[in-house]
């Protein structure tokens, strides 16, 4: 585990099952007092002193309980109900989008957000923003945004580049997808970097079902932010 301060100022189709492979997937970053550790695809572990916290967990067969789970999406690398209920506990609670919901009704206490719409759970507001493509249309897939341990986070789930992330505000760490075909490719997903301007950047969705190049990602970027490769 690396630690870093923290720098100051389509259709609905999905990518078939491959094989669970995929290189430095379970690295870890502790950022000031928030750990960052990414498994496959765009599954994240973000755990500040106070709570744990899961985004679209997929292939984890055990690990830290979950205080919240976000689900962005209803594609099968996305939602895993299998491994949500693996790190789910009595009291977790599941923010996902509406279709996500309805799907994850017999795991406990689900929170339905629609983008536009916030909530705030264990501790940590939440904001789900536009994210869209061809594969996923309007609607489909939600980003979110949340503040926990003081930090802005941003999730992008699968989406391209698109109008409306010039409205998502000022964010401390952007997970982006760089994997091309369903999501951003390097050059897009830099792109959107320089817009939003994050003090860190940390690259998903890449290796498992798609390409993907962290390292082109992370050059593309320069200095606009720095890039964390997990």
């Known amino acids: 585990m690396s630690t870093y301060p923290l720098p100051a100022p389509e259709r609905r189709s999905g990518p078939a099952v491959p094989p669970r492979k995929e290189a430095g997937m379970g690295h870890s970053v502790t950022i000031d007092d928030l750990c960052f550790q990414r ?3 765009s599954s994240f572990l973000i755990k500040s002193p106070d709570v ?4 679209d967990p997929h292939q984890i067969d055990a690990g830290e309980k979950a205080d919240l789970i976000l689900v962005t999406h209803e594609h099968f690398d ?3 109900p299998a491994t949500i209920a693996a790190l789910r506990k009595d009291d977790t609670v599941i923010v996902a989008n509406a279709s996500c919901a309805q799907r994850l009704e017999d795991q406990g206490r ?8 916030t909530a705030s759970e264990k501790g ?3 904001r789900a923003v536009p ?10 897939n939600v980003g979110f945004v949340f503040k926990v341990a003081g930090k802005t986070v941003y ?6 580049r698109v109008p409306e992330m010039a409205e998502l505000g000022s964010i401390d760490v952007a997970l982006v997808p760089i994997g091309g075909t369903y999501t951003m490719n390097e050059e897009a997903a830099a792109a959107l970097v320089r817009d939003l301007k994050p ?4 690259p998903m969705h890449y290796g498992y079902a798609t390409g993907g190049d962290p390292k082109r990602f992370a050059t593309l970027i320069g200095d606009a932010a720095q890039v964390i490769i997990l």
């Open 78 to 80: 996305h939602l895993d």
């Open 110 to 117: 689900v929170v339905a957000l629609e983008e536009g719409q």
């Open 39 to 41: 498994f496959t695809q």
């Open 199 to 202: 003090k860190v950047a940390i």
């Open 52 to 55: 744990v916290i899961y985004v």
């Open 124 to 126: 940590v507001d939440i």
């Open 155 to 160: 999730h992008a789930g699968d989406t391209s």
């Open 131 to 140: 994210g869209y493509n061809d594969h996923h249309p309007r609607g489909f």
